[in-house]
């Protein structure tokens, strides 16, 4: 019998090499899958960011019309009866909600990124809708519920925002 000159090298199986790359394959799916989620999560902490700013606007602009009638020396809650409204930076009053046209409560946005309430304007909707609900608390206070809702990824989120606005008097 000859012996073959021929050196045995060592080296990688065929199963080692499988092994190696099945391990790495499933850390790389776990990276991918927190990237995935991380992207998910941003965008819905920059909708819920946006949603806040939406309601703190809404009673921003309630409590404009409140003081505006205290500067007028008129009643503190003129303007401001019992039911559900619209209302945006360009209106000086709130403006009745009509259940049967839900699309007048959709905001707009404007080529300066405002949002708006326009039917009629060719500008982009948002997928923010934004809802006030104002309600008498005895003869001096107005309690001021306001509701942004959006949808994401066919779910429907809400945040609500609520605040009492008293007289002055």
């Known amino acids: 019998m000859k012996y073959s000159t021929l050196k045995f090298k060592n080296g990688f199986s065929l199963v080692e090499i499988i092994t190696i790359l099945f391990i790495v394959s499933l850390g790389l799916v776990g990276i ?4 995935i989620q991380n992207i998910q999560s941003q965008s819905y902490n920059k909708n819920n ?15 404009k019309v409140r003081d505006s009638n205290w500067k007028a020396s008129a009643p503190f809650d003129r303007n401001l ?14 403006q009745a909600h009509n ?7 959709v905001l707009k946005q404007d080529e300066n ?13 948002s997928p923010f809708s934004r809802l006030i609900t104002l309600q008498k608390v005895g003869g001096s206070a107005v309690r001021t519920t306001v509701r942004v809702t959006w949808g994401e990824r066919n779910r429907s989120y809400a945040y609500d925002l609520e605040t009492l606005l008293y007289d002055w008097k």
Not at 32 to 35: A, C, G, R, Y
């Open 32 to 35: 991918l899958s927190l990237i």
């Open 113 to 125: 990124d405002f949002y708006f309430h326009d039917l009629n304007s060719t500008a982009t909707s």
């Open 99 to 105: 259940s049967s046209v839900p699309l007048e409560l």
């Open 81 to 94: 009866s019992n039911g559900q409204y619209y209302m945006d930076y360009l209106d000086a009053t709130p």
């Open 49 to 63: 960011l946006v949603a806040y700013q939406l309601a703190q606007e809404g009673v921003e602009l309630v409590r």
